[in-house]
């Protein structure tokens, strides 16, 4: 049940205006998959193409051996667009029973699913009874979520889920993604909240100009250091002995403070331990760069197709 | 046919104050004024506008809305999506005619002159067919424009199905009448029962009005499975 994009190309106007250029990738089942770039970069063509709303010029997209445009695939796919466009004149209750209808899922289960989806999202029953038109756009976010979670899909396509939602709706939306993951659904997801992209995603991929740039995997095996700022109370003795020994790299030092990439925490801790061991006096270490903004930043630092991600969605 | 679609569209219909208003409208004066003079059920409101007010946009405004993405991400056949927005605006339409017939028949029978049942049974087949007709055409139009751009293609059609005849007739250009009637026929698909009725069956009315309703429908089926949906800028 693997998705895999081969050769993926897309332009618009004509030709004129490349936005996907030979894109391959696959993903695996289970794994949950980050799309990370600049404005314009390609990523939401990509997902468009995904989800069968657009026709390459050329390549293919197979969702566990489908067309994106099967039917029966699309009865085990969840998606939630960046902008999400309700019919405006439902309730929010009328809107998820119309999705779940349109889901072709049992009618029986739908009152209780409906409950259950909405409770999940964190919308009050007062809230979900008001037309659409009444939404503020946090709730209309986490109504669009609760649509696309209707079902338990397998598949889920998640365009800026948590563009304008409150802290509290990021911490929920980030709660749900994890328990989608645990469950074993495919996960791809678009988005600039580059935090959020690296606590959930086993791994994620730089799109630039239409290509993708750099692979990213987040968790075990990464290839990219993180940096962390470390701030000395007296000036510090040589440092690049006590990083080489700590396996972290020095970025960059000043008068009292200096950058190191690490791989992990536990890298961090070792770099630490290794600085204090040679008589550095360390006040603070703060975290300056995630892995992901080396990423968006220095996208050339990783090699550009690492294999698929081996027992994602563990 | 997905009937979750029909009736989720004749709710979305009657959402819409601009069209009840538009339908009370159409059809309340023409009964309004059969209510204070009586008359005969030719003096009802058109059908084919009743027609046009339920179906106007009735694609097109889910393109520009960009509604149609989620529709599509669910086990949601376009060629479904298609038939179900014509079933549900002819089935709108229908209602509609329906009602109006009920109250101008009691407002005939008011004026102590109801009318028969053969005259019923023509308008509703009348009606109906009409409704049918334009419904499709208007899928037609609405799957090839976005919002309700619909309407001003079939203006643009009508306005060329009444001039085109009468310049080619100026010219002798018969292609050019011939163009034109074609262009009439498909702004107003009709099938007139009470013809049939009164001068016997013809293939030839029934195979125009069915010809233009499929292949109205099969166009629009083609549009809808062609066209791409993004809100990815043409920059990305």
Partial sequence: MTLVIERLSKSYRGGRVRALDDVSLTIAEGEVFGIIGPNGAGKTTLLGCLLGFLRPDAGSVTIGGASPDDLTVRKRTGYLPERLVMDRWMTG??????????????????????????????????????TIRRYSRGMLQRLGLAQALLGEPRWVFLD?????????????FRRLLLEV??????????????????????????VQGGRVQAIETMHAGATLARVVRVRFAAAPPPLEPAATRAGATLESAGERDARFGV?????????????VQAGAQVAEVVPDESRLERLFLHPGAVPPSPPPAPGAGA | MNYTLVFAFLRQRLASPLRVILVAVVAGFPLLA?????????????????????????????????????LFARPVSRPSYVLSRWFGATLGAGALIVLELALGAAAMALHHDPPTPGDVGVFLAN??????????VVTLASSLV????????????WLLGLTLPQIGMARGWSWMVFTGEQLQHLVWPQLDVGTLVSRGFSWHDLTVYLSTVIGSLAIAVVAVNRRELSYASANA
């Avoid at chain 1, 349109?102 to 739908?110: D, F, K």
């Avoid at chain 1, 800026?160 to 929920?172: F, I, K, N, Q, R």
């Avoid at chain 2, 409101?45 to 960009?66: H, K, P, T």
């Fill in chain 2, 127 to 136: 009606g109906v067919l009409m409704a049918a007709g334009a419904a499709a």
């Fill in chain 1, 181 to 206: 993951k645990a469950r074993g659904a495919t996960v791809v997801l678009n988005s600039h909240q580059l935090e959020q992209v690296e606590r959930v995603c086993d791994r994620v991929a730089f």
């Fill in chain 1, 93 to 130: 209750i009328e809107f998820l029973r119309y999705h779940h209808a349109l889901a072709r899922l049992p009618e029986s289960e739908r009152a209780q699913a409906v409950e259950t989806a909405l409770t999940r999202v964190g919308l009050d029953p007062a809230a979900s009874a008001r």
């Fill in chain 2, 34 to 70: 059969m209510l204070a003079a009586g008359g005969s059920l030719s003096t009802l409101g058109n059908s084919y506008f009743l027609a046009l007010i339920v179906s106007a946009g009735l694609i097109g405004q889910d393109v520009s809305n960009g509604t149609l993405q989620l």
């Fill in chain 2, 146 to 157: 976005t919002g309700l751009g619909d309407l001003g293609l079939l203006l643009v059609a």
């Fill in chain 1, 160 to 172: 800026e889920p948590a563009s304008g939602v409150d802290p509290a709706g990021v911490v929920l």
């Fill in chain 1, 263 to 275: 791989g992990d925490d536990a890298a961090a801790a070792r770099l630490v331990a290794a600085l």
